[in-house]
């Protein structure tokens, strides 16, 4: 009976064991690492490559709606990453602040500025803890950076008449090659970008399905 005991709170220990391992593998397979407070030495030991790991050219979605935003614009950019978004901006004659986790992005983005001769005001903070003032910009952009607590404190960031431009993969993305493990807490559910942004006017918005990769495209203006 003892042994039989043992063997029960081993095959009990295991299993609980597994599914939590399981839990902590998923959000491995994305970032990386298993906490949060981790996620800036995965970020800076990805970004410590010495080649652009995005590029230096911009996001292709705001290369082709980049005019929807005023000119001389306050522009912010959610997790900049190394620059490539926010250096366009700022040729295009925007001021803007790039706010990212990793100060090796960071100081990368720096780089490409004075590499493109512009400025661009930067920042090494979690945007979940960065203090925004309430209608500090006049744009807000974000690229493949899901965080969904952070949607509200958007709308507030941005002043009334302003442009949110946000891209990001849906969770079709997993059926791409490299992507099946990808979490999808960090992927966008099919049409989910809309309701994310209720009550704001949609200028653009698309969700292709025969291109090579997934993607969820908005373009909205918040009410004046």
């Known amino acids: 009976m003892k042994v039989i005991s043992l063997i029960s709170i081993l ?7 597994a599914r939590n391992s399981g839990s ?12 949060s407070r981790d996620l800036k030495t995965y970020w800076d030991k990805k970004y410590r490559n010495p ?3 995005y590029g ?5 979605f705001l290369a082709n709606n980049f005019h929807y935003i005023s ?21 295009k004659g925007h001021n803007v602040t790039g706010i990212d986790i990793s100060s090796v992005a960071v100081k990368k983005s720096r780089k490409l500025a004075r590499e493109f001769g512009v400025r661009i005001k930067t ?6 803890k960065y203090k925004i003032s309430p209608g500090s910009f006049d744009a807000i952009i974000c690229f493949y950076y899901v965080d969904r607590a952070l949607i509200e404190k958007m709308k507030t960031w941005l002043k009334p008449g302003g442009i949110i431009i946000f891209e ?9 090659r490299n ?3 990808y979490s999808k807490k960090f992927l966008l559910r099919q049409g989910e970008l809309l309701n994310l942004f209720k009550g704001m006017k949609i200028l653009k918005y698309q969700e292709p399905l025969h291109l090579n990769e997934f993607t969820s495209s908005l373009i909205i203006q918040k009410p004046e």
């Open 123 to 128: 920042v090494v903070a979690s945007l979940s």
């Open 56 to 60: 230096k050219a911009p996001a292709k």
């Open 51 to 53: 080649r652009y790991v």
């Open 179 to 181: 992507f099946e493990n």
């Open 168 to 176: 990001a993969y849906t969770d079709l993305q997993r059926n791409v």
């Open 71 to 91: 000119p001389g614009s306050t522009v912010l950019d959610m997790g900049m990453g190394e620059g490539r978004n926010a250096v366009f901006l700022a040729l």
């Open 24 to 35: 902590s593998n998923r959000y491995q397979l994305l970032s990386g690492v298993k906490k």
């Open 11 to 17: 095959i009990f220990s295991f299993q609980s064991l």
